[in-house]
């Protein structure tokens, strides 16, 4: 099941760095990089941070499918994906919620406290768009006005939450992610904001 929904996160992480790529107006090259590193850095940060080398898509080629896949689906039906920002904010905030899962696992495994394991979940989902973003220069989604990196922390904690009452994994799984999307959908649609600090 955790194998699934790390492919499953990658092709969607994929998708959406292929699609800021295409609003930039890269070239082949361009779209595939952007698409790589939005679908893979966060991971290999995390794999980096535990001494988990070499990382986890230099040992298995899936992933490098499943992104070149995600290439060629966004490519062929760019057309109709032609409400771009509606198409980026779903396969993000899918990608999101599954990267927190796999994040806060891979700690688990590593014996690592809950606080550390929340975080490992937050970097996994958070920092390929961070990477992304940098690299289309633009300033990263995580530190701008819209709750990101937040619905990745209660989605890890309501992984351990869920935990505690001993529920079936894969429930645990399934709701953790709704949990992140949820959040994600919810902040954009009522445009809820953190404070701000600045006048």
């Known amino acids: 099941m955790i194998y699934v929904l790390d492919i499953i996160g990658t092709f ?10 295409m609003q930039k107006r890269m070239d082949a090259f361009g779209i595939f990089i952007i698409a790589f590193v ?10 980096v941070l535990i001494g988990k080398t070499p990382v986890g898509w230099m040992n298995d080629l899936n992933y490098g499918y499943a ?10 039906f760019k057309k109709r994906l032609n409400k771009l920002r509606k198409s980026l904010f779903l396969f993000d905030t899918i990608g999101l919620g599954v990267f927190t899962i796999i994040g806060v696992e891979i700690g ?16 996994s989902a958070s920092f390929g768009g961070v990477i ?8 990263p989604v995580i530190f701008r006005k819209e709750i990101y990196a ?12 869920l935990q505690y009452f001993k529920l079936d994994e894969n429930v645990i799984y399934i709701s953790t992610a709704s949990m992140v999307i949820t959040i994600r959908l919810l902040v954009v649609k009522f445009k809820i904001q953190l404070p701000k600090l600045y006048q």
């Open 12 to 21: 969607a992480f994929a998708i959406s760095g292929v699609l800021v790529a």
């Open 38 to 47: 939005t679908a893979v850095g966060g991971g290999t940060l995390r794999d």
């Open 67 to 76: 992104i070149t896949l995600a290439v060629i689906f966004s490519i062929l």
């Open 108 to 123: 688990i495994s590593q014996q690592l406290h809950p606080f550390i394991c929340i975080a490992l979940g937050t970097m």
């Open 132 to 139: 992304r973003d940098i690299l289309c220069n633009e300033i």
């Open 150 to 161: 937040i619905a990745c922390v209660l989605g890890g904690v309501t992984f351990f939450v």
